[in-house]
């Protein structure tokens, strides 16, 4: 009924709004539209996005932004716009080339370039403001390797979009991947609560070092009653937007990333009314390499196959002379490959064209690119070789990124998660420790050419002339070695940087918080609060220390006295133990804390054992039971081992307590045959503290040791 | 013998306004029958033979008067009385008969009328060796007017949050909706286990639990815990994930007893047989899919529920569900409409969807649609009844005309009077020719 009403409507009103004529047409078989946006608007690539922008980085050997591409041709965009900023140049020369400004090409590519993007806000607002988009677009990042069929979420999305018009703007696609996966981003980490049954996004939120995930109440007042809390999502980064997107984001100018912007849908969600939904695709591929254990984990997904069709010997750049055949065990190779006697490729490799490989190479689970040298007796495993790279022999690299013209001289070996940006020279004989970064680009030229960022790349030779003033190290890259080690420290500190001091991201971590978090009390483990117990505990010491002091200046009796102390348990709500250790330790600490610590020992027995008398009544009104008797004898334990100088006074004072019947014979006894559980207590029975010995006529005498009694 | 059943009929009703002011709540009739009789007809026919029957001095007394549970019911019953007005919960019920207790437990509510499938929640306990499993259902609207209620009563809107995990089965958390007022906060710990958590709400439990003999055993030692439902199904749903189990850590003396509790913990959950552990190593099923570690993760404790998304289920504890329980009996078991032993005129039109209890008398010209009618009640002649609750021995003058209302045993009501949706007190006394429209009588009739 609803939807014949928007329809009725919409044909009354004729044309809406800004949409301009040929909505009618539209409405039957609207061009899909895409917006991909070719930049990071990060450094996270730094130094390598330096000399290259991150899109145009090889992935399999193909640059990123072609899967990209693919992607949206694939799945029906027929016309795409693609804004870049940082070397956008470079980024234009390589798409002009390429098969997508084919006159035959089903997807036409408009490029648009600016200096003045400094976030998705400042693109898409640029989408409003030029009127680019007519209907529903698809979002990407031009580092989005992807093989979702998004036909069904568009549709849905449509459908949502009709029954409700103007309600629902986004759809994000997302990728089921449990928790541990590999190609899980833990800097992406995301948890989303959702209503089961309209697939509507009621919380969205990075998770990133958190432990504890929160979840604000109003959320479960949408009306349904069934609600699903999703931690197995990959967010592929990839989403179908409806027009309104943009001018919601020229509306809001505070928005600069998507993240705001779902955020800011779903806390307004009640003032604006709109809504976002999700669609989740169980057996697509989608991940966005958003920093390089993504590209690792992306780039192996891919030698794997699990990115089909989009797969290496595809070709699906149509580039002459980038072929490769497959062979068994994800072998492929490039036309010109030629292998030395006693190499062995093991698996998951992919070697480009032309490129030799020596004798007695070992070389598995790795990309390799065009025109590379490769020596003799190399290891490569896990590593990333881009193009015209030369490897000497006696090389070991594994779980690293080599960079285009970098050289790696003799007996070099790269630990796991080293970079060698472009043009590097290393070694030879020299081990890089885990995770060194070596760049051409000094990092301290970093500050001088702060504002290159936003310009284009011409300057970037300029630079380089500068660094080559500055000798290398060769304590660092070795004797003849070439290139500065990048240290990520020197990034700026913007907010987003925060968490990109490392080039490679954070990596996974199996189960940090289970061995932390071992000894969560009885508390929920939903809810509880365990600091808070701590808390009152002190509270209540404070409250009955002052309960006291007052007792004594007003001469309170002790039927009050007991009547205050058990209201105050109910108010921080202790535990009867806690209240005798409480009282106990209170009451043995009155003396210092009226007259300050600097007491002697006989006299702060003469001041607490007329309190004592005093207060006798409070005690025994708690000790009780057997048990209680031991609490109360422990807190005393626990006090004196505190206040070790004062053992002097420990025999009169519990003589005194024995004599005043608050704790019994019996259980003295039994606590002095207990034994002590730390070498201090037993210091304390034995050396220093106190001797009990029973005497004829059955009482109990307690000396002391040390002093005379 | 691999479950011991029990039977909880020691509770007083407390939320059904006067309907229990005489008559416990275990003994109220439902379709005749006295609503406990509707959980051991569920016990009795999954095939158990003895029930462990906690109930009060008075249910006890009622139970050994009443026909239908010595006709009717073949197990044999052990009846174990505690105090009336002890104050005692669910949990120390079960803590006053741990020394019966030989194997595992299935405790049943008294209150519960149900079709469901018993065996669904027992195979959960076995199949994966569970601490606790237990039934929830749908909750269901109730649709009729209430006595002595106007308008329709807003349901409490404090909902019960169960977190199930991407199988439904596996219980995750439960929580009020008040207990939550800032939120829901899940420790990621626990999502990483269970990446997918279902959150649903609207649910009733059906108050049956499967539990560990363990379980009970572990309740002697916490003497704290009082209620299952409220305390001890909470604590075992959260001690899932609580580390503590595993954890070794001695510290000081405060430690140490908190020591000396998780020992007692550590008896709940280590009950695996070590064939069973060495079972579980060497088979390569596992309950989760995505990482790599073992099944179950580790944890040894784990609660289980099945949710039943058909069939009936009823938990008589207010004045509406009664009515909707007493309207659904006559369904739930095929039985004659007519007591044998009950006299009815042939010219008295009785619905089908009726039940006339035993030695009542009919008179002509009546009308009774939709209701129940107890033991040995008089019907006059000229009277209507639609849509109540008439319990046992209640006399009905000529003329009335009675409209969804309950009227509870021993009630005279006068002649002519017209009394729509009324609850009338046990022994009550309507004068003749009175008109009760409306709700608002309840309590004039009880306090009289």
Request: proline share 3%.
């Amino acid at each position: 009924m609803a939807s014949k009403g928007a329809k009725q409507s919409r044909s009354g009103s004729g044309v809406a709004g800004r949409k301009g004529t040929g909505d009618q047409e539209e409405e039957e078989q609207p061009l899909l539209q895409a917006v991909l946006i070719a930049d990071s608007f990060n450094r996270r690539f730094f130094p390598i996005s330096k000399d290259q922008p991150r899109a145009l980085l090889p992935l399999g050997n193909v640059a990123m932004i072609d899967y990209t591409l693919e992607f949206l041709t694939s799945t029906g965009v027929q016309e795409t716009f693609v804004f870049c900023c940082w070397m956008s140049n470079k980024i234009k020369e390589h798409l002009l080339k390429s098969k997508w400004c084919r006159p035959t090409s089903p997807n036409t590519v408009h490029i648009i370039t600016s200096d003045l993007y400094r976030s998705l806000g400042d693109v898409l607002r640029d989408v409003d403001a030029k009127a680019l988009v007519r209907s529903d677009f698809v979002l990407v990042y031009g580092d989005v390797v992807s093989n979702i069929d998004i036909s069904q979420a568009l549709q849905e999305h449509r459908h949502r979009r009709k029954i409700e018009k103007n309600i629902s703007v986004m759809t994000m696609i997302f990728k089921e991947s449990s928790p541990g996966h590999k190609s899980r981003c833990e800097e992406d980490d995301i948890i989303v609560a959702m209503d089961s049954k309209s697939q509507r996004v009621l919380h969205y939120q990075k998770t990133q070092g958190l432990k504890r995930l929160h979840f604000p109440m109003n959320i479960f007042h949408s009306g349904s009653d069934e609600f699903e809390i999703r931690y197995d999502l990959l967010d592929c980064h990839i989403s179908i937007c409806s027009p309104q997107v943009a001018e919601l984001f020229t509306d809001n100018f505070d928005y600069q990333t998507r993240n705001d912007f779902v955020r800011g849908i779903l806390v307004n969600e009640e003032i604006l009314g709109n809504q976002i939904h999700m669609h989740v695709t169980k057996d697509g591929y989608g991940a966005r390499v958003s920093n390089l254990l993504m590209y690792d984990a992306v780039s192996s997904d891919l030698v794997r196959r699990w990115v089909y069709p989009l797969t290496p010997e595809a070709n699906f750049t149509d580039q002459k002379g980038q072929s490769c055949t497959h062979s068994r065990h994800n072998v492929y190779r490039g036309s010109g490959v030629s292998l030395g006697h006693g190499s062995q490729m093991e698996e998951n490799l992919l070697i480009g064209c032309d490129t030799s490989i020596g004798a007695n190479c070992h070389i598995s689970n790795s990309v390799i690119g065009y025109n590379c040298t490769i020596g003799d007796n190399v290891i490569l495993d896990r590593a990333y070789i881009w193009n015209n790279v030369h490897i000497a022999s006696n090389v070991v690299i594994s779980q690293s990124v080599v960079c285009d013209k970098a050289e790696v001289k003799e007996g070099v070996k790269l630990n796991k998660q080293c970079v060698l940006a472009y043009n590097v020279v290393i070694g030879p004989n020299i081990s890089l420790p885990e995770g060194t970064v070596v760049s051409m680009h000094h990092p301290e030229e970093e500050e001088e050419d702060d504002d290159e960022f936003l310009s284009d790349d011409g300057e970037v030779g300029q630079s380089q002339d500068k660094t080559k003033q500055k000798a290398f190290n060769p304590a660092e890259v070795g004797a003849e070695g070439r290139g500065y080690i990048w240290k990520a420290s020197s990034l700026d500190d913007t907010e987003e940087e925060e968490l990109s001091q490392c080039l490679w991201g954070l990596v996974l971590n199996p189960d940090p918080d289970s061995d932390s978090e071992a000894s969560e009390p009885d508390g929920s483990s939903f809810s509880s609060d365990p600091c808070a117990a701590v808390f009152s505990c002190a509270v209540f010491q404070i409250e009955v220390l002052g309960t006291l002091q007052r007792g004594l200046e007003e001469n309170i009796g002790c039927d009050n006295l007991v009547l205050e102390i058990n209201s105050l348990k109910y108010a921080y709500n202790i535990n009867m133990k806690e209240v005798l250790q409480i009282l106990t330790r209170v009451v043995l600490d009155f003396p210092f804390q009226q007259q300050g610590p600097q007491l002697t020992t006989p006299q702060y027995a003469a001041l607490l054992l007329p309190l004592l008398k005093k207060w006798a009544g409070v005690f025994k009104n708690y000790v009780k039971r057997a048990q209680d008797h031991m609490d109360c004898l422990s807190a005393f334990e626990e006090y004196f081992l505190e206040q070790e100088s004062h053992w002097g006074a420990m025999f009169k004072i519990l003589m005194t307590m024995y004599q005043l019947e608050i704790v019994e014979e019996e259980i003295i006894l039994r606590w002095f045959s207990q034994g002590a559980t730390t070498d201090k207590g037993r210091q304390l029975r034995n050396n220093q503290g106190v001797r009990m010995r029973r005497q004829a006529e059955g009482h109990l005498w307690i000396e002391g040791h040390a002093g005379p009694a | 013998m691999e479950f011991q059943a029990v039977l909880m009929a020691a509770g007083g009703g407390s939320r059904m306004t006067d309907l229990t002011y005489n008559t416990p709540k275990a003994m109220l009739p439902v379709g005749n029958k006295p609503l406990m009789w509707y959980p051991l007809n569920l016990l009795e026919r999954v095939g158990f033979e003895e029930v462990i029957v906690i109930t009060t001095k008075e249910v006890q007394k009622m139970m050994s008067a009443d026909p239908k549970i010595k006709q009717d019911v073949k197990m044999k019953l052990e009846v174990v009385c505690i105090q009336e007005d002890g104050d005692m919960g669910t949990a120390d019920a079960l803590r006053h008969i741990q020394p019966k207790i030989k194997t595992d437990i299935l405790v049943v509510s008294c209150d519960l009328i149900t079709d469901a499938a018993l065996h669904e929640v027992v195979d959960l306990f076995r199949a994966h060796n569970a601490t606790l499993a237990m039934l929830m259902s749908k909750a269901h609207e109730f649709t009729e007017t209430v006595p002595g209620q106007k308008g329709k009563k807003k349901t409490a809107e404090q909902r019960d949050f169960v977190g199930v995990d991407e199988s439904g089965k596996r219980l995750l958390f439960m929580a009020n909706e008040a207990d939550l007022e800032e939120g829901l906060s899940i420790r990621k710990s626990i999502l990483r286990k269970h990446p997918r958590v279902h959150i649903k709400t609207g649910l009733v439990d059906a108050h049956l639990y499967c539990l560990k003999k363990s379980v009970v055993d572990f309740l002697t030692d916490n003497k704290s815990i009082s209620s299952i439902r409220g305390e001890l199904v909470p604590y075992l749903v959260r001690k899932q994930f609580s580390k503590t189990i595993n954890g070794q850590k001695t510290k000081d003396d405060v430690e140490d007893q908190n020591q000396k509790k998780s020992d007692s913990k550590l008896h709940i959950s280590s009950r695996d047989e070590p064939l069973l552990q060495l079972a579980q190593e060497r088979s390569c099923w596992n309950d989760h899919r995505g990482d790599m570690s073992e099944a179950y993760h580790g944890g040894k404790l784990r609660c289980y529920v099945h949710i039943m998304d058909q069939g009936l289920c009823y938990r008589v504890n207010t004045l509406a569900a009664y009515i909707e329980a007493n309207r659904l009996a006559p369904k739930l078991f095929e039985e004659p409409v007519v007591h044998p032993s009950a006299v009815t005129s042939e010219r008295c039109q009785i619905g089908s969807d009726s039940i006339i209890g035993a030695s009542c008398q009919v008179a002509e010209k009546t009308s009774i649609k939709r209701s129940t009618i107890g033991n040995s009640t008089t019907v006059k002649e000229k009277v209507k009844v639609t849509n109540s609750i008439i319990m046992h021995g209640v006399t009905i003058e000529e003329g009335c005309n009675i409209q969804g209302s309950v009227i509870c045993s021993n009630a005279i009501i006068g002649r002519g009077a017209d009394l729509k949706y009324c609850l009338v007190g046990n022994g009550q006394r309507i004068e003749s020719i009175a008109v009760f429209q409306l709700k608002e009588c309840v309590s004039v009739f009880v306090l009289n």
